[in-house]
């Protein structure tokens, strides 16, 4: 069977998107994230994304996110503008619009398209509460610089659901971690029942950034949208960075503008580049 998709990046956070409004989701979806995302054996991605027939009344279409183990995530901050640029290019009735909506596991999400490829996107409400994570054995929370024993090593974290769940931790020189040898230690430390994305960051200034993500079903990615939003709110939450002004952060594969409003609000704005359009032999 020949499978047609667009690979699209933001940020060189790249996946794989398949136009399933008509069909919805192809019934073999994980292994078909496994087998296509694996890199140097296939067409190599974070993950399938899937866009959809929209679920709320007055949506443009609706995000499911299949990671490269084939495991579903609620959202991710750089596939949803490349959903909304999908949509611009291919869906005729979005093509003159600047505002969309789009459905995702973690709710209705707003964007706005802000230039050529550039999106912004309305966030939500972020929570350092356990219970919103989840996480357990560290209390109720707020989850502000707690200790964190991983393989025997102390660190501090503090704990942001942003949607999804993230474990933000400060380091002196994030370019020399070893993200590939602590990485899967967080993401499956037992404090965190359905697995947490673990965000390393070092401060240039109070509104520069420097980071580096390991993603739960992933691994090493280069960019994460959901984790740059949680690392500016768990610094905004230490007092390190402002509300109400952007924080721009350096990840590997570009930067990403984040701005904390009152109220715990996230505003994230970004690129969204298509990459080329294919078929799969699947």
Known sequence: ?????????????????????????????????????????????????????????????????????????????????????????????????????????SGLKTLTRMGEELWQVEMGVY??????LPAVNMGEGPLVRCPLEVDGKPWNVT???????????????????KLEAIGPAFERHPNFPERINTEFVEVVDATHLKMRVWERGSGETWACGTGTCATVAALVEQGLCPVGEDVHVALRGGELTIRVLPGKQLLMTGAATTVYEGIAEV
């Open 1 to 105: 069977m020949k499978l047609s998709f667009t690979k699209m990046q933001g940020c060189a956070n790249d996946y794989l998107y398949l136009d399933c409004r008509a069909s919805g989701v192809p019934e073999k979806i994980v292994p078909l994230a496994q087998k296509l995302s694996a890199r140097h054996f296939s067409v190599g991605a974070d993950g399938i994304i899937c866009i959809c027939a929209p679920r709320t009344p007055g949506a443009d279409g609706t995000m499911r996110i299949f990671n490269a183990d084939g495991s579903e995530a609620q959202m991710c901050g750089n596939g949803i503008r490349c959903v909304a640029e999908w949509l611009h290019v291919h869906d005729p009735a979005c093509a003159e619009k600047s505002v969309l909506k789009i459905d995702t596991q």
């Open 127 to 132: 929570s350092a509460m356990a219970a919103d």
């Open 159 to 177: 704990c942001i659901s942003v949607g999804n769940p993230h474990c933000v931790t400060l380091v002196d020189d994030v370019d020399s971690l």
